[in-house]
T-cell receptor, first 114, second 115 residues
Framework: GNSVTQMEGPVTLSEEAFLTINCTYT??????LFWYVQYPGEGLQLLLKATKADDKGSNKGFEATYRKETTSFHLEKGSVQVSDSAVYFC?????????????FGKGTKLSVIP | DAGVIQSPRHEVTEMGQEVTLRCKPI?????LFWYRQTMMRGLELLIYFNNNVPIDDSGMPEDRFSAKMPNASFSTLKIQPSEPRDSAVYFCASRTTGTVNQPQHFGDGTRLSIL
């Protein structure tokens, strides 16, 4: 079956620090990969996605590259801001057996301090 | 454009009472998902619908939980009778089923507290 493993949190960084949140996956077929972000008191929002190997998704200064050889989709940002404090979820969707369910990681809480 | 709309945003009730959560998906989306989020278990898929038909309800924890989608613009998740362990944030999400890489769009959730 499909699964997503992401680094345990919480992660605390100072403003302008470099961010990496690791994500690896197992999946049948050729999955599409996503990062979602959840700000306090809100639902999940799509942050970025990549649909095939070597694709790079990017948004709001965040980037992630679909690495099929290492089955990874690590999230990076060069300089985090306090407003980036949130929970980040790595997810995949695979069309195996006609199913379009998202499989989520457990989430990584990021706190950015001034 | 309006996103996924959930109501109520907060619900506090006593155990044993019936609870009904509501969701209006984005217009044109034909898949709808109900999730539950807790600190202990994280984000769990409860059930999802394609074209108003329940496809997979294997995540529904017990017979006390039921979900319906009477039309393309409305779904309910009902808990009867409710128990304190049902306390969680419940999210609804919707998407189109055109291609596998279409993302799900989430509502802001209903924070449910069962006393």
């Amino acid at each position: 079956g499909n699964s997503v493993t992401q680094m345990e949190g919480p992660v605390t960084l100072s403003e302008e620090a470099f961010l990496t949140i690791n994500c690896t996956y197992t999946a049948t077929g050729y999955p599409s990969l996503f990062w979602y972000v959840q700000y306090p008191g809100e639902g999940l929002q799509l942050l970025l996605k990549a649909t095939k190997a070597d694709d790079k998704g990017s948004n709001k200064g965040f980037e992630a590259t679909y690495r099929k050889e290492t089955t990874s989709f690590h999230l990076e940002k060069g300089s985090v801001q306090v407003s980036d404090s949130a929970v980040y979820f790595c997810a995949l969707i695979s069309s195996g057996a006609g199913s379009y369910q998202l499989t989520f990681g457990k989430g990584t809480k990021l706190s950015v301090i001034p | 454009d309006a996103g996924v709309i959930q109501s109520p945003r907060h619900e506090v009730t006593e155990m044993g009472q019936e609870v009904t959560l509501r969701c209006k998906p984005i217009s044109g989306h034909n898949s709808l998902f109900w999730y539950r989020q807790t600190m202990m278990r994280g984000l769990e898929l409860l059930i999802y619908f394609n074209n108003n038909v329940p496809i997979d309800d294997s995540g529904m924890p017990e017979d006390r939980f039921s979900a319906k989608m009477p039309n393309a613009s409305f779904s309910t998740l009902k808990i009867q009778p409710s128990e304190p362990r049902d306390s969680a944030v419940y999210f609804c999400a919707s998407r189109t089923t055109g291609t596998v890489n279409q993302p799900q769009h989430f509502g802001d959730g209903t924070r449910l507290s069962i006393l």
